[in-house]
């Protein structure tokens, strides 16, 4: 196989499933077996680096994860309904609820440490997301559901599990994995555009305002800036640190990757149901969510 060729300001990490992350300022390359032309590939990363450099390596180490699954066959994406929104909302609803506290926690290690600008950083975030977990709530009490009751009925697998790798990276003696971990969550909503917005808004009822959370988490909302604050950050960090955030980011990636199969939107249905806020007088929508899914 020939090898591939790649200019001479690389970096590159090994991930722990052995596939090789090598990136420049425009590119990254994902490689488990194919042969890079070693004379020209820088090993590891560099003392300091770009901010474009960093981006395109993690979105190697982001990509790696996401294609870690075991699954044989990546499943279709299911269209998008009522229901599977509000599925999305709940875990939604769990990592941000984690996130404030894991990053007050980061922060204390970091500012006991004499680390004064990653404390900084990590406050900030902590504040900016305080919150964000009630707005889902309110979503949902816009659609006439109980959000509290809700969301202790429907705790997704795949986001308990995101958030206890949370808590693990910033119960770390040294948390810089927490800016991966956030970079990556950034990232990943930062791909939802306008399209995805319009399409979970040609499903909510008129003159419902039950997507707050979303918008603010999309790529039209914060999350742009806010991965440009991580990079700017995550760029001062020395070699061995940013290897570190790196790691975080693929490990977090994996458990997106591996997220199993939302249940059926009659699962959803019927604990929304359930979850009405005023059970006698069930809102429209979830009348007229129940006859669409009848004639399913
Ligand atoms: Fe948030």
């Known amino acids: 196989m020939n090898p591939i060729s790649v200019p001479l300001e690389t970096e590159s990490i090994v ?8 990136a420049t300022a425009k590119n990254c390359w994902l490689s488990s077996g194919q042969t890079f032309s070693t004379e020209k590939t820088a090993s590891g990363l560099l003392p300091a680096t770009s901010q474009d450099s960093l981006r395109q390596l993690l979105a190697g180490c982001i990509l790696a994860g996401l294609g870690s699954s075991k699954r044989a066959q990546p499943k279709p994406r299911r269209p ?14 769990r990592t ?5 506290p894991a990053m007050r926690l980061a922060a204390a290690t970091f500012r006991e440490q004499g680390l004064l600008a990653l404390a900084a950083h990590a406050a900030e975030v902590a504040r900016e ?8 709530l309110r979503d949902m009490n816009a659609l006439g559901i109980d959000g509290k009751r809700f969301v202790e ?7 308990l599990a995101v958030v206890d790798h949370l808590q693990a990276l910033a119960s770390s003696p040294h948390p810089v994995g927490v800016f991966g971990y956030a970079y990556t969550l950034e990232r990943l909503c930062a791909l939802i555009g306008q399209r995805d917005i ?11 305002n039950a997507m707050r959370f979303v918008r603010l988490h999309s790529g039209i909302g914060a999350e742009a800036h806010h991965v440009e604050e991580g990079l700017g950050l995550m760029v001062t960090l020395g070699a061995a640190d940013r290897a570190t955030a790196a790691l975080a980011a693929y490990s977090t990636a994996c458990m997106f990757g591996a997220a199993q199969e939302p249940p059926s939107d009659r699962e959803v249905l019927a604990i929304a149901r359930d979850c009405a806020t005023e059970p006698d007088l069930i809102s429209p929508w979830l009348c007229s969510v ?4 009848a004639e399913v």
């Open 15 to 22: 991930l722990p499933n052995g596939t090789l992350v090598v």
């Open 80 to 93: 998008k309904t009522l229901p599977s929104y509000l599925y999305a909302l709940c875990s939604g609803y």
């Open 96 to 100: 941000a609820a984690a996130t404030p």
């Open 129 to 136: 997301e305080t919150g964000h977990d009630l707005m889902v």
């Open 153 to 159: 009925r429907v705790q997704p697998a795949f986001s």
């Open 198 to 208: 319009d399409q979970i808004e040609a499903l909510i009822p008129p003159g419902l």
């Open 290 to 293: 129940s006859a669409d899914l």
